[in-house]
């Protein structure tokens, strides 16, 4: 008898490790697939060694509390259409050629890519917002692929038109980008941007060819000019009063590089 093939080794041990995970949070596997969005036959098949689509680690690693999968047992199955570093070129629509040119190809690989899974997300959120009632917001979902990774002082403003109003600065974003306007002009703007070029860490995480996941911030501070939009919404743990530059009352302004100096958008 032959050896069995490594990959379905790690997948072994990889699922083990799902399992004993769960079972160490005291979960069930219906309780852990409603965390991380996917279906109990999914979640049965992960922990069995099924190898796992790089689309649903996100969410296995939420449910799970992990950063990131075990390093050592990565076993991922990549889609067609997620093997984006050696597909993701001009053609996409949201390539940037002025980000290739200034930061990179994995730069403008990661917005490119990067906005279109963001944009998913947004769509997964905003149909389950629109199945509850007028008001509800993200922190009172059941799964939500954007609850904890937005700003937490304002978590109870995240209705159905801020995540609305989110989707549209993305839209916004890879329009501009494309164009050549490397600008942002409102704080939600500003948000979005750091959303998708933050996918750069799962990017890293997926797939060792790339090599950008710790110089997306590099990318962000040079195109915004600062970091503050991750100061002041994530990491100063400060309570933003109303007038304050980032405070939710003032996301949709425009407030950054609004002078007749900045090229018009097409």
């Known amino acids: ?49 099924g190898a796992i689509r790089a689309d649903k680690v996100r969410g296995i ?11 050592a047992e990565q076993d991922y199955q990549k889609s067609d259409d997620e093997d984006f570093l050696g597909t993701v070129d001009r053609d996409h629509r949201a390539w940037s050629a002025v980000l290739e040119e200034k930061f990179g190809q994995e730069c403008a690989v990661t917005f490119a890519v990067g906005s279109d899974v963001l944009s998913d997300q947004v769509r997964d959120d905003l149909a389950k917002l629109a199945e509850q009632p007028r008001g509800a917001h993200l922190g009172q979902l059941s799964t939500s692929w954007l609850d904890g990774h937005l700003p937490p002082q304002f978590v109870p403003r995240y209705d159905y038109e801020l995540v609305y109003a989110l ?12 164009a050549g306007h490397l600008v942002a002009h409102t704080v939600l703007e500003e948000l979005a941007l750091y959303l998708i070029l933050s996918q750069a860490e799962l990017f890293d995480d997926l797939y060792p060819e790339f090599e950008g996941g710790t110089e997306w911030r590099e990318w962000l501070g040079d195109i915004l000019d600062d970091l503050d939009v991750e100061f002041y919404l994530f990491t100063s743990g400060w309570a933003l009063t109303p007038g304050h530059t980032y405070h939710f009352d003032r996301w949709s302004e425009g407030q950054f590089h609004t002078g007749k100096d900045q090229p018009e958008e097409e």
Not at 6 to 18: D, K, M, P
Not at 65 to 71: A, Q, T, Y
Not at 167 to 178: D, G
């Open 1 to 49: 008898m032959s050896d069995a093939p490594a990959h379905e080794e790690r997948s072994l041990e990889l699922g083990s490790a799902i399992r004993d995970r769960r079972l160490a949070l005291d979960l069930s596997i219906e309780e852990a697939a409603a965390k991380a969005a996917i279906g109990t036959k999914s979640w049965s098949r992960y922990e069995s060694g």
């Open 61 to 71: 690693c939420k449910a799970l509390g992990w950063s990131r999968l075990p390093e």
């Open 167 to 178: 989707q549209a600065a993305v839209n916004t974003l890879r329009a501009r980008f494309s």
